[in-house]
């Protein structure tokens, strides 16, 4: 997917300490910046060509068609192109910005690299933007309209992964207590929760939180059929703040109370306590 010819531009503000740039870049093989100190917090987006990133540690990250990489300020880092079709756009902007950008958790700043592949629709609005940008006498407000682009592709880039689905219903899985969010997940992997949740709903036919519920619910059926354990207990193990709720939610998921449900519906394994 192929966009013109080298296009960029880059606008100070403010202080002139805060800056915001935009630009479309072809490049050929050959090392792009080798051990550079970027003093600016820039976003490369790859949209056609391969190469490598190799970043402050020294560890090697493969780069494609589809990726990006960031440039954290004051970080050493190099990236090399291997292909003579390279083509780029990117988003920069200035320190403070990226504080901003990193505090919000709208960007990870661990995750170097990572997939994000860019639409066609996505990448005509980044040239549009740019265009608006260089003529633009209300740099204020054009970097608040370049972020809230810039912060709906960084929500879409996980989405794209066709692991992003089975990976969160592993962490329901996993992490199923009461205080548990899936909202931790979603900052882990830098994905908005609305997105995630119509993916996730569109693929499992059910939302994150009617999937962990399940799963609170499955653990419950299987503590009642232990002697080793009151309702208060496993109210207490599954993160209820009491019994009373635990039972009002069993009951609301199963059609009948816990205590019901012990009495009549489960074989009761041993105590652990009682003798052989």
């Known amino acids: 997917m192929l966009f ?7 606008r100070y503000f403010g202080d002139s300490a805060e800056r915001v740039g935009l630009g479309l870049i072809n490049k050929t093989r050959g090392i792009d910046h ?24 020294q560890q090697k990250h493969t780069l494609s068609e589809g ?40 960007i990870n700043p661990q995750k170097l690299t990572g997939h994000c592949p860019i639409s066609l629709a996505q990448g005509q609005e980044h040239q549009l933007l740019l265009e608006e940008l260089k003529q633009s006498t209300h740099l204020k407000h054009m970097h ?63 939302s994150p939180k009617q999937f962990q519920n399940r799963v609170r619910m499955e653990k419950a059926i299987q503590l009642l059929g232990s002697k080793d354990f009151n309702i208060e207990q496993i109210a207490n193990q599954l993160g209820y703040c009491s019994s009373f709720e635990f039972s009002k939610q069993f009951k609301k998921f199963n059609g009948i109370s816990p ?13 652990k306590s009682s003798n052989i």
């Open 4 to 10: 013109g010819k080298n296009n960029m531009v880059h």
């Open 34 to 57: 080798q051990n550079f100190k970027w003093p600016w917090y820039a976003v490369v987006f790859i949209l056609k060509g391969h190469g490598h990133f190799i970043d402050h540690n």
């Open 67 to 106: 990726m990006f990489f960031q440039r954290i300020p004051g970080l050493v880092h190099s990236n090399i192109i291997e292909s003579d079709d390279w083509q780029e756009i990117f988003f920069d902007f200035g320190v403070k910005t990226y504080e901003m950008l990193k505090s919000c958790e709208i």
């Open 144 to 206: 608040l309209k370049i972020l809230s682009f810039f912060q709906d592709i960084q929500s879409s880039s996980e989405l794209t992964n066709p692991l992003l689905i089975d990976e969160a219903c592993a962490y329901l899985e996993e992490n199923f207590l009461v205080k548990d969010k899936i909202q931790n997940f979603c900052i882990e992997k830098a994905v908005g929760y609305e997105m995630l949740r119509k993916k996730f709903k569109e693929i499992t036919n059910s």
């Open 259 to 271: 205590g019901h449900y012990r009495n009549n519906w489960t074989v009761q394994t041993p105590s």
